[in-house]
T-cell receptor
C-alpha cells in the first residue's frame, strides 16, 4: 500500500519570504501526486498535480512542486508568500491502477507572519 | 453556486444517537466520496460511489452506512454514535471513475464538523 509523509507539521514563515513544504511518498508502483490546500474552516482545494511528463509542476497562487522519482519526493515551493497563504497543506498520492483513491499525508500548517 | 454542498455544517449530538449528513453536487459528476478528518487533521477516505454503486469501502465500522439515492447525492448515516466519531466529514465528487489507470480531479465540499458528547 502507498503512504505519504509530510516531514513538517508546522512551518512559520514571514511574509514575502520563500517557503518549501516537504513531502515523501512510498509506493511500489507508479503514482500520481497532488498538493491540496485547506483554508480555515473550508474544504480542500487542489493546488497542483503531477500525472506524467515534466517533473516541475506549476499550480495556482504561484505554487510549484517538483517530482523526484529517485528520492520519492514531491516538495511544494512558493518564492514569496502572502498572509493569505496561511492554511493547511496536504500532500496526497494515488496509484495509477486505482486512479481516484487518494492517500493523504498528515498535513503541514503554514503560518505566514507579517 | 456551490459545486459540492453539505448539510449540516455543524452537528452536535449525544453518544448513542443516530445522525445523517447530506451531500449534493451540481457538477454533473458520476463519482462521489466521503472522507473523515480527525482532530489531528489526518484525512482518510471512507467510501466512494460511482453511479450509485459502491466502489470503495475502507475499513469503516458497520455503524456507518452511505446511501446514494441518485448520482448527485451521497448521504452518510451513522448509527449509535461514539466519541471517536467526532471529526470533520468531507464529501467530494469527480468525473466518472472508469477503473484502472487515470485520474479525475476531486472537488471537495466545505465539511461537516460532527461533535459527539
Amino acid at each position: 500500500a502507498q503512504s505519504v509523509t509530510q516531514l513538517d507539521s508546522q512551518v512559520p514563515v514571514f511574509e514575502e519570504a520563500p517557503v518549501e513544504l516537504r513531502c515523501n511518498y512510498s509506493s511500489s508502483v507508479s503514482v500520481y501526486l497532488f498538493w491540496y490546500v485547506q483554508y480555515p474552516n473550508q474544504g480542500l482545494q487542489l493546488l497542483l498535480k503531477y500525472l506524467s511528463g515534466s517533473t516541475l509542476v506549476k499550480g495556482i497562487n504561484g505554487f510549484e512542486a517538483e517530482f523526484n522519482k529517485s528520492q520519492t519526493s514531491f516538495h511544494l515551493r512558493k518564492p514569496s508568500v502572502h498572509i493569505s497563504d496561511t492554511a493547511e497543506y496536504f500532500c496526497a498520492v494515488t496509484i495509477k491502477a486505482a486512479g481516484n483513491k487518494l492517500t493523504f499525508g498528515g498535513g503541514t500548517r503554514v503560518l505566514v507572519k507579517p | 453556486d456551490t459545486a459540492v454542498s453539505q448539510t449540516p455544517k455543524y452537528l452536535v449530538t449525544q453518544m448513542g444517537n443516530d445522525k445523517s449528513i447530506k451531500c449534493e453536487q451540481n457538477l454533473g459528476h458520476d463519482t462521489m466520496y466521503w472522507y473523515k478528518q480527525d482532530s489531528k487533521k489526518f484525512l482518510k477516505i471512507m467510501f466512494s460511489y460511482n453511479n450509485k454503486e459502491l466502489i470503495i469501502n475502507e475499513t469503516v465500522p458497520n455503524r456507518f452506512s452511505p446511501k446514494s439515492p441518485d448520482k448527485a447525492h451521497l448521504n452518510l448515516h451513522i448509527n449509535s454514535l461514539e466519541l471517536g466519531d467526532s471529526a470533520v466529514y468531507f464529501c467530494a465528487s469527480s468525473q466518472a471513475y472508469a477503473g484502472g489507470p487515470g485520474y479525475n480531479e476531486q472537488f471537495f465540499g466545505p465539511g461537516t464538523r460532527l461533535t459527539v458528547l
